[in-house]
């Protein structure tokens, strides 16, 4: 059922990416005179007229929204290929719709549109529009209220903190008996950077013992269990644990991140959020009741 979830919503936001509903019925609409009756059909056309091929015509709501898709498609690293001047839509207008109607023309005069294959793509085509719409129309029932909101800060205020960071030394050695003697030192008044410097045998040791800042999941469990402990403070080191290149002794410099941002600065993402759970969680539901009062049957013996 997920998984049908995740498909739908997919071919969602690939069609109105690309093109966009109305864009794609409007096309349907416009495409289905046929050539052989363009003396007698006048097509009902909704917008600016631009170009004309024979009697299929071109609007400036169609140019428009083919180059709002192609620029949306262009990548961020080559700015100057979007179109953005007069110059460079008139441009696409001649060698890109003008062009791709002549062709359409020609197809309609072969009898292309007639074939079973073509047909059944557009029935696809027609069967993947209509469930969009369908999917689209549901989600636009959806409301998130502040209460939910609120409720969702509350009660995920954890989860919603900035990621916490912390500047770890280390020093590590062979033998559980060596590092209890560095222990002792340290215990002494030694200084941490400098016996990591002479005793550590990690490639950190060049630098003091400095691993710079860490966030959880960069080294192995035990050291972000030991590292990310609420009982190390800064400027305070561990006592001694076991790990896979030996034994570790680790001083915390000091902490950065961590907080939690105020609701008014995340009201706009959290509200996101819901939205989408429950836009999905909608037609989740509306496909739970269609499947409990339809008649589905899968013969699984004819799949091969």
């Known amino acids: 059922m997920k998984r049908s979830i995740i498909l739908i919503t997919v071919s969602i936001f690939l069609l109105f990416a690309l093109y966009g509903c109305d864009k794609i019925l409007g096309l349907g609409a416009k495409k289905s005179v046929s050539v052989q009756n363009k003396a007698q059909t006048t097509p009902v056309v909704k917008g600016t007229i631009i170009a004309k091929v024979n009697n299929i015509p071109i609007t400036l709501e169609d140019l428009n929204q083919e180059v709002d898709a192609f620029n949306s498609m262009v990548p961020q690293d080559k700015p100057e290929a979007k179109i953005t001047t007069r110059e460079k839509k008139l441009d696409y207008l001649k060698n890109e719709l003008v062009r791709r109607t002549l062709l359409y023309q020609q197809a309609l005069d072969r009898g292309l549109d007639r074939k079973d294959d073509v047909i059944r793509a557009l029935e696809k085509t027609k069967e993947d529009l209509v469930v969009v719409e369908l999917v689209r129309e549901e989600a636009a029932k959806v409301e998130v209220s502040s209460a939910e909101i609120e409720d969702y800060y509350n009660k995920y205020k954890e989860q919603l903190k900035e990621p916490?960071?912390?500047?770890?030394?280390?020093?590590?050695?062979?033998?559980?008996?060596?590092?209890?003697?560095?222990?002792?030192?340290?215990?002494?008044?030694?200084?941490?950077?400098?016996?990591?410097?002479?005793?550590?045998?990690?490639?950190?040791?060049?630098?003091?013992?400095?691993?710079?800042?860490?966030?959880?999941?960069?080294?192995?469990?035990?050291?972000?269990?030991?590292?990310?402990?609420?009982?190390?403070?800064t400027g305070q080191y561990s006592n001694v644990f076991k790990g896979p290149e030996g034994y570790y002794i680790i001083k915390l410099e000091t902490k950065r991140g961590g907080k939690l941002r105020a609701l008014s600065e995340m009201w706009d993402d959290i509200k996101r959020g819901l939205t989408f759970l429950k836009q999905q969680q909608r037609v989740e539901d509306l496909i739970s009741k269609l499947s409990q009062e339809a008649k589905i049957e899968i013969y699984e013996g004819e799949i091969k």
């Open 164 to 233: 916490e960071e912390r500047q770890i030394r280390e020093i590590v050695v062979p033998t559980e008996a060596e590092a209890k003697d560095i222990l002792i030192e340290l215990l002494k008044g030694s200084d941490f950077t400098e016996l990591a410097k002479q005793r550590s045998k990690a490639a950190s040791s060049a630098n003091g013992g400095d691993l710079g800042f860490l966030s959880k999941g960069k080294k192995f469990q035990q050291f972000d269990a030991v590292a990310f402990s609420d009982t190390l403070d």
